[in-house]
């Protein structure tokens, strides 16, 4: 009988919980989960899920135990990636990574390569499945012409002002509203204000949603040669413009300010009185939908490819669709790199195994039979002459 593979999940929260869950129905794995919160790995505790207390701001303590592990999967805030990415690295272990860091993980592509360490990063939804798509149609064309992505997660129940419950965390929100956003336009890249060039969008089974810019290409404006790249958030019509609001009137800012003879920084007072009203109610349920379309050429004829994913939240389990969009992906890629599907050393955005059919088509397959909505639309016409 073969030795288990080991696999160590850092982070216990929502997604790093589900990705544990998940990897642990296989009996080829064997799970450990590490987490600086004895009450988070609780939750995710059971028979195939061993626990361990693990302060994840530690890079020593993070290196000492990733490198007993034969896969690590990363599922910590951003702020934290880095230093989980690093360690990994120094200690030899293969890694797949959600975290949304916001230091430039391919600086560590060199010392990845060299310790012959593969190391998936941006592995959820998007950044993730949205790259993965992008680099499958990619790879089918001859150029890529235009590429873009629309994505969100919203809640069933609409309720007045924001129309919107936080699923994930709510400062990462924020920072989505105010971060410049990094696109490609004409062949140059450009930087222009997120919450900016709002559209309206029909989706099936949803309706009317609003899209606006927001800043999350990040690899793809590396790796894809699109003269026309762009990333849009979707939610509820009137949200960005209440949030603009807000920004443009100062309540996101970093700088404090004195009020009554304290010091108040704006941004903090803004995210404690909107994040009460951002979470969840027992019994709330959400969705997660996401269109990616990218137009080209290939063999003679103008081709468009459209993916359209959707998720609920799912009644049985309480997970929620953008926990089991974003975990799901990162617990199938850890799959990959476990039995050697995927071995290349490295920094590796999701784009380039998504141009990989044989990758593409397991990934759609599992997803799918954890009840993942996905439909792939392929439109051709001759060239004109």
Same mark, same amino acid.
């Given at each position: 009988?073969?030795?288990?593979?080991?696999?160590?999940v850092? !982070?216990?929260?929502r997604?790093?919980?589900?990705?544990?869950?998940?990897?642990? !129905?296989?009996?080829? +794995?064997?799970?450990?989960?590490? =987490?600086?919160?004895?009450?988070?790995?609780? &939750?995710?505790a059971g028979?195939?899920?061993?626990?361990?207390?693990?302060?994840?701001?530690?890079s020593? *303590?993070?290196?000492?135990?990733?490198?007993?592990?034969?896969?690590?999967?990363g599922?910590?805030?951003?702020a934290?990636?880095h230093?989980?990415?690093?360690a *990994?690295?120094e200690? !030899?272990t293969?890694?797949?990574? #959600?975290?949304?860091?916001?230091? =430039?993980?391919?600086?560590?592509?060199?010392?990845?390569?060299?310790?012959?360490? $593969?190391?998936?990063?941006?592995?959820?939804?998007?950044?993730g499945l949205?790259?993965?798509?992008?680099?499958? %149609? *990619?790879?089918?064309m001859?150029?890529?012409?235009?590429?873009e #992505? @629309?994505?969100?997660?919203?809640?069933v129940?609409?309720?007045?002002?924001?129309e919107?419950q936080?699923?994930? %965390?709510?400062?990462?929100v924020v920072?989505?509203?105010?971060r410049?956003?990094?696109?490609?336009? !004409?062949?140059?890249?450009?930087?222009?204000?997120?919450?900016t060039?709002?559209?309206?969008?029909?989706?099936?089974?949803?309706g009317?949603?609003?899209?606006?810019?927001?800043?999350g +290409?990040?690899?793809?404006?590396?790796?894809? $040669?699109?003269?026309t @790249?762009?990333?849009k958030? +979707?939610?509820?019509?009137g949200?960005?413009?209440?949030?603009?609001?807000?920004?443009?009137?100062?309540?996101f =800012?970093?700088? $404090?300010?004195? #009020?009554?003879?304290?010091?108040?920084? $704006? &941004? %903090?007072?803004?995210?404690?009185?909107m994040?009460?009203?951002?979470?969840?109610?027992?019994?709330?349920?959400?969705?997660?939908?996401?269109?990616?379309?990218?137009?080209?050429?290939?063999a003679?004829?103008?081709?468009t490819?459209?993916?359209d994913?959707?998720?609920?939240?799912?009644?049985?389990?309480?997970?929620?669709?953008?926990?089991?969009?974003?975990?799901?992906?990162?617990?199938?890629?850890?799959?990959?790199?476990?039995?050697?599907?995927?071995k290349?050393?490295g920094?590796?955005?999701?784009?380039?195994?998504?141009?990989?059919?044989?990758?593409?088509?397991?990934m759609?397959a599992?997803?799918?039979?954890?009840?993942?909505?996905?439909?792939?639309?392929?439109?051709?016409?001759?060239? &004109?002459?």
């Amino acid at each position: 009988m073969s030795q288990a593979v080991r696999v160590v999940v850092l !982070g216990a929260g929502r997604v790093g919980g589900l990705i544990a869950l998940d990897l642990a !129905g296989d009996d080829g +794995l064997q799970v450990t989960v590490c =987490d600086r919160d004895p009450q988070a790995l609780q &939750r995710v505790a059971g028979p195939r899920v061993r626990t361990e207390v693990t302060d994840l701001a530690d890079s020593a *303590a993070v290196k000492q135990r990733v490198e007993s592990a034969d896969v690590v999967v990363g599922a910590v805030p951003g702020a934290l990636g880095h230093v989980l990415q690093s360690a *990994a690295i120094e200690a !030899g272990t293969p890694l797949v990574d #959600i975290s949304f860091v916001p230091e =430039d993980s391919s600086r560590l592509n060199d010392l990845a390569a060299q310790r012959n360490v $593969p190391v998936v990063v941006d592995c959820g939804v998007a950044p993730g499945l949205s790259n993965w798509f992008v680099g499958r %149609s *990619a790879a089918e064309m001859d150029d890529v012409l235009d590429v873009e #992505i @629309m994505v969100g997660g919203l809640p069933v129940t609409r309720r007045w002002p924001f129309e919107y419950q936080s699923v994930f %965390s709510p400062t990462d929100v924020v920072e989505e509203y105010t971060r410049p956003c990094r696109m490609r336009r !004409g062949g140059v890249d450009i930087v222009v204000p997120p919450l900016t060039e709002i559209e309206n969008v029909e989706f099936e089974r949803v309706g009317t949603l609003e899209a606006f810019l927001t800043d999350g +290409l990040r690899s793809l404006l590396e790796t894809i $040669p699109s003269p026309t @790249m762009c990333e849009k958030t +979707l939610r509820y019509p009137g949200h960005a413009d209440r949030m603009a609001m807000l920004s443009h009137t100062g309540f996101f =800012d970093e700088s $404090p300010i004195e #009020i009554d003879g304290v010091m108040v920084r $704006p &941004r %903090s007072l803004t995210e404690n009185l909107m994040f009460s009203r951002w979470e969840p109610r027992p019994g709330d349920e959400e969705f997660t939908v996401m269109r990616v379309v990218v137009r080209g050429r290939s063999a003679g004829e103008e081709r468009t490819e459209r993916w359209d994913l959707y998720d609920r939240t799912d009644r049985e389990t309480g997970a929620t669709s953008m926990a089991r969009t974003t975990g799901f992906p990162c617990a199938i890629v850890t799959r990959m790199v476990a039995d050697g599907s995927w071995k290349t050393a490295g920094i590796t955005p999701p784009e380039i195994l998504g141009a990989r059919a044989d990758l593409t088509e397991r990934m759609l397959a599992e997803l799918r039979g954890r009840g993942v909505e996905i439909h792939h639309e392929i439109q051709s016409t001759p060239l &004109r002459s």
